[in-house]
């Protein structure tokens, strides 16, 4: 059974439309991270939660944007998607183990 | 500051031939070691992890690898490659407890009949 399920697998957005992409997980672990990942590269981490707290990184654009309703979800909103967001996103849960998704990939026109 | 190391963007190897992947890391404690496989448009699925227990780490499909710290190394080898192993793999280092996956720039392993 999913243990990470990401939904949609594929979004295509125009640009500077916003869209969120959705991530859940089933095995209750208080920590979640996202992740982009661009061709050819390794998963480049943006935000994590631990429980409710926000931890950002220092080189997460302010145009990403994540909310966590509760334990299960997690959001990722970009606000004004540029060519240069298309890319997998990879959501990830799990304390001393990353378990993931099987990622969202975004195209932006 | 840890980082890991992934020595040759490209592996390619014969079906039945030996698979090794090199990995080495750099960390000032003792890490947390894990291998990801990633196939075409999936996320990544862990391979095994190296959590301070045995040195060699038995995984999934046949994979193992051994932890050497003399060395900072923690490759990864399949006896018997197959095409389903065709696919890019990331070695990754964190700290023990919560921290911050370091990943390695991966390796594409391609297998030919």
């Known amino acids: 059974d999913a243990m990470v399920i990401q939904n949609p697998r594929y979004q295509v957005t125009q640009f500077g439309k916003p869209v969120t992409l959705s991530c859940s997980q089933t095995?209750?672990?208080?920590?979640m991270y996202w992740y982009q990942q661009k061709s050819s590269q390794a998963p480049k981490l943006l935000f994590h939660?631990?429980?409710?707290?926000?931890?950002n990184e220092a080189d997460t654009p302010d145009n990403f944007q994540s909310r966590r309703p509760n334990t299960s979800f997690c959001f990722l909103d970009i606000r004004s998607p540029g060519l240069g967001d298309a890319a997998m996103y990879l959501c990830?849960?799990?304390?001393?183990?990353?378990?993931f998704g099987p990622g969202t990939r975004l195209l932006v026109l | 500051a840890q980082s890991v190391t992934q020595l040759g963007s490209h592996v390619s190897v014969s079906e039945g031939a030996l698979v090794l992947l090199r990995c080495n890391y750099s960390?000032?404690?003792?890490?947390?070691l894990f291998w990801y496989v990633q196939y075409p448009n999936q996320g990544l699925q862990l391979l095994l992890k190296?959590?301070?227990?045995?040195?060699l780490v038995k995984g999934i499909n046949g994979f193992e690898a051994e932890f050497k710290k003399s060395e900072t190394s923690f490759h990864l080898t399949k006896p018997s490659a197959h095409m389903s192993d065709a696919a890019e793999y990331f070695c990754?280092?964190?700290?023990?407890?919560?921290?911050?996956?370091?990943f390695g720039t991966g390796t594409r392993l391609l297998v030919s009949p």
């Open positions: 190296y959590t301070s227990a045995a040195t």
């Open positions: 960390s000032s404690v003792p890490p947390y």
């Open positions: 095995l209750n672990h208080n920590v």
């Open positions: 939660y631990y429980d409710k707290d926000f931890n």
């Open positions: 990830a849960t799990g304390r001393e183990t990353q378990y």
């Open positions: 990754a280092v964190s700290f023990s407890g919560f921290q911050k996956l370091v």
